[in-house]
């Protein structure tokens, strides 16, 4: 018998969900085994699966596994099969969107590193990459995602020359007390890296820039005067991401322009499927790859599953203290590619035919590297 276990509530969740996430928990297991640690995995709905099976994107009885568990493991959400014109129509995102709500997960941790072995993925020049090693660190909770919204019909006129038309309306807000947590987490971050904080608004047009920029230099100047502070406005910082990705170091932006500039960065590293994120707050954790649910891709076995590996070793260090392991799963990863292995997303023109793997070959490849 282990010496300790842990409960994991496993979300598979649609698209490719399940394929990657079974590469995850196998890791998972296997970290274990060398441990003396059991996870027990319960598997739940969640996103398009949970509508499919019972009309709700976060049915109460996941809500209720996600919060009586140790840590959260999910895959992914979504796909073109719920897509809907109907506003009242229920949408996978709102399950994703329902259980950060409901942990309180207020911080999104995104890691944006170079692997040498996959320099040649990335569609930027290796001389530009070279380096590149930053967290994004994104407000989760609050601003237009999560803000007052309504689509109507104005019969007063919203159509063209004054006809009556629909309009449509979403609330970016924000409030004091969220701008200086996600602040924190950022300083608290960068200290144990660089030592560099880059804070990402829009100032020059939104009232909610303005304060964003003011709490984070208070924050800055009353308790982290020792970390370096730029700011950039959004626009600005998705050129600088392409020209100078090396520089950043922690950038902490809000939610909207978080979710659109981590994608953007996750891309300077070739693939989607090689980028983890942890979703934090002051309870159970998340942990989810960066990537979607793929559904061209579902079911074909083929399928990058290190981003859903990555984020099983972020739950190791975030929800479980075990920092040791979650290095040894990365350094496994990094060691897989040193030695040529890939998925198809991943491989280029010089990798061999029998070096490019399907999703529960690299899985194993993992495994047997953690050996």
Not at 63 to 87: H, M, Q, R, Y
Not at 266 to 291: C, R
Request: proline share 4%.
């Amino acid at each position: 018998m282990a010496s300790k276990t842990y409960r994991i509530c496993s979300l598979p969740g649609d698209g490719i969900g399940p394929e990657i996430i079974a590469e995850g928990k196998k890791v998972l297991a296997a970290v274990g085994a060398k441990a003396d640690v059991e996870f027990v995995f319960e598997d739940h709905l969640i996103g398009g699966a949970a509508i499919d099976a019972c009309g709700n994107p976060l049915p109460q009885e996941t809500l209720d596994a996600a919060l009586s568990s140790d840590a959260v493991l999910l895959a992914s959400v979504g796909g073109p099969k719920w897509d809907s014109t109907d506003p009242n129509a229920p949408r996978p995102e709102q399950g994703l969107l329902g259980i950060r709500k409901a942990l309180g997960l207020y911080t999104n941790l995104r890691p944006v590193k170079i692997y040498d072995a996959l320099a040649g993925a990335s569609t930027l020049r290796p001389e530009v990459i070279k380096g590149v090693d930053m967290v994004l660190v994104r407000e989760l909770t609050g601003g237009l995602y999560f803000g007052r919204r309504e689509r109507f019909y104005d019969e007063e006129g919203a159509g063209a020359n004054g006809a009556p038309g629909q309009r449509a309306y979403d609330t970016l807000e924000y409030r004091e007390y969220e701008v200086e947590r996600i602040a924190r987490q950022a300083f608290e971050a960068a200290r144990k890296r660089k030592n560099k904080v880059t804070s990402v608004d829009k100032r020059n047009v939104l009232e909610t820039s303005r304060m964003w920029r003011e709490v984070v230099h208070r924050v800055h100047d009353e308790e982290y005067a020792d970390v370096e502070l730029e700011d950039l406005l959004v626009d600005n910082t998705a050129m600088q991401l392409i020209n100078r990705p090396a520089d950043f170091d922690v950038v902490v932006t809000e939610n909207m322009f978080g979710d659109i500039l981590s994608d953007e960065a996750a891309q300077i590293t070739g693939s989607l499927g090689m980028l983890a994120s942890a979703s934090l707050g002051d309870g159970v954790s998340l942990f989810e790859p960066s990537a979607g649910s793929a559904p061209d891709i579902a079911g074909q076995g083929i399928a990058n599953p290190l981003a859903q590996i990555l984020s099983a070793g972020m739950l190791l260090t975030y929800a479980l203290d075990m920092v040791e392991e979650a290095g040894r799963i990365e350094d496994a990863v990094e060691r897989v590619l040193n030695d040529g292995w890939r998925t198809r997303d991943i491989a280029d023109a010089s990798t061999p035919a029998d070096h490019i793997l399907g999703t529960a070959e690299m899985g194993d490849k993992v495994v047997e590297a953690l050996a």
